[in-house]
C-alpha cells in the first residue's frame, strides 16, 4: 500500500507540474513568482496596477552601479511576463534619482505611467512616462520634464488618473525659500493641458489626489503653517469646484510627516485617514469621509483610531473597514475596525491574526462576497517575515487567518496589491532586493483546475461554484466500475465519495464538494482502464 501511495504522490506532484498557473502563478510558497533578480529592487517601493483587460504591471525601484532606476513589467493573468525578462527600463539617466517614492499608475486603455525626479539638470526635477503593454516609451525614453531649469525643484511625485482616462501629475515644488504643491494636467502627447498648473498654495510637500466627478479630482494636504488636513476639488478645467476649502483636521495637531491613507468613497467623494499628536510622544490615527460636495460625513473631529490605519471602503454594503497593527513592541497584533456610511462603529475584532509579532505592515484589503480579506507582512523573527491573509466575514468573526502567500525566507517589503477578476496579486521586495510576485484567487470557496489522466484527454472536470460542486466526464470503451476518492499531499485518503459504475461510451457523474481543510488535494478516480486524477484547491 505505501507503495501505491508514494505512485500516486509522484502522479500528483508531476501533474502539477504540468499545470499552467491559472490558480497559482508558483505552488511552492517557499518561492514564490521571481520578477528581478536579487540585489536590484528596493524594499518598500514595489508598486501594482491592474489593466482594465486583467493584466498586472508591476513597477519597482532598481539599484545598479550605485544608483536608482525605474522598471518595470508587465504580466498576464496567469503570470506569464509580458516585457523582457527582468523588467524593461523606465528610466535609465546616469544621475541620482529620488529613492524616496516614484507615482504610478495605470490608465483605462491598459498604458502605466510613472512620475519620477532626478538631477540629470543639477537639481531635482520630475519626468513622466507614458509606457505602452508592448513597452513602447510613448513620451520617449527620456520622458517628459514638467518643470525647466528655472522654474524650481521637484520631489515627492504622484499621478492620478480621472474616469475620463486623463492623466493629473503633481509634485512638491521649491522656488526660493518656498514651499508648495504643484498639479498639472496632460494631454495625450504629454504636454500641459492647462497651459500652467493648479498650486497648493502652503502645503508642506505631502498630498493625495483622488478621482472624483467625470474628469475632475479631490487633492487634500497638510498645511505647512498650520499643521492642518485640507482638501479640494478641482474640475476638468483645473478650477476650484467648492466655495471653500474642506477643513478635515484644523486641530493644528496633525503628524504631517506621515503620508495619509486616502480612497474613494464610491460617490465621488473620499475617505481619508491620517495621524495626529495625542501628547507630546504620543499619537493616535483618525478617519474622516468628505463627500463630492466637500462636506464631512462623520462626527466633525473625525472617527478616532488606534493608529494610522490602512482603509478599505465596501460599497456593496457601504461598510469601511480601517485595520492598524496594535500593542506593545515585539508583541504586536492587528486589529479592525468596520463602521456603517455615517462613521459609526459596527463591530471591533481585536486579533485578526493567530500569532504576535514584532511588527505587522499591511498590504491592503479586498472584499469578497462574504467578508473582507486583509492581506498583511507578518514579521514574528527577526529578519524573516511571511506575507499571509485573514479572512473575516461580515459579522466580525475571524474565519480564516495567518494563511500563507510566501514563507521564503528573509525580510519583505510593505509591496503593491491589485485585484483582478477572481484573484488578487501581491508583488514586494525582500533584503536580498530581489522582486517576487504572487496571485491568490478568490471568491470561489474550493475549485478545481486543470486535469491529468496517464496521458489521455478523455477525463475533465467541472467545478459548480454556486452548487459547491463539481461534475467529472470521462469516456470509457466498456462498462466499467470506478471510485472516486481525495488525497491530501502525503498520500493519505481523506474523503471517500463512494463506488459508481460507467456505462460504455462518455459518462459524467456530480459530486458534492466535501468539508475539508484549506490545501491542495488530488481528486483520484480509478477503474480498471487507469487512474485519472484532477487537482483540488479548498480555500
Known sequence: MDKFYRAMLLVLFTFLGMLNASAQWNENLSENLLISKSGFGALDLVQVGKTSDDKVFISWLSWENENGYIKLQLLDKDGKALLQEGGMYVSKQPTPTWSSGYGFAVTEDGCAV??????????????????????????????????????????????????????????????????????????????????GSISLSGANGIFNMTPSGADGIIATYYEASTNNYLAMKYTANGEEAWAEKALIDDSGLVKTTAEPSVISDGADGIITSWRYAVSQFGVAGKVQRVDSQGNKRYEEEGVLLEDLSAICFDPSVKALYAACASGPKDAKNMVLNRYNENGDLEWNVEEISGVVASQFAIYGMVPVADGILVIYRNASTYNQATVEYSKIDFTGEVVQSNVTISDAAGDKGRGGLALLSGQFVIAWSDNALSVFAQNVEIGKGSSITDTHADGKDQFSIRYNPGQKSFTMSLAVDTPANASVSILDLTGKRVADLGATVLDGGMNEHTYTVPTLSSGIYLLMLQTSEGTFCGKLIID
Open 114 to 195: 510613472i512620475v519620477n525626479c532626478d538631477t540629470r539638470n543639477s537639481q531635482w526635477q520630475p519626468y513622466v512616462y507614458k509606457i505602452s503593454q508592448t513597452g513602447e516609451q510613448l513620451w520617449g525614453e527620456a520622458g517628459k520634464p514638467l518643470l525647466q531649469e528655472n522654474e524650481g525643484t521637484g520631489l515627492n511625485p504622484h499621478v492620478c488618473i480621472t474616469k475620463s482616462n486623463n492623466v493629473l501629475v503633481g509634485f512638491q515644488n521649491m522656488v526660493g525659500g518656498r514651499t508648495d504643491v504643484q498639479i498639472m494636467k496632460l494631454q495625450e502627447n504629454g504636454s500641459k493641458a492647462w497651459g
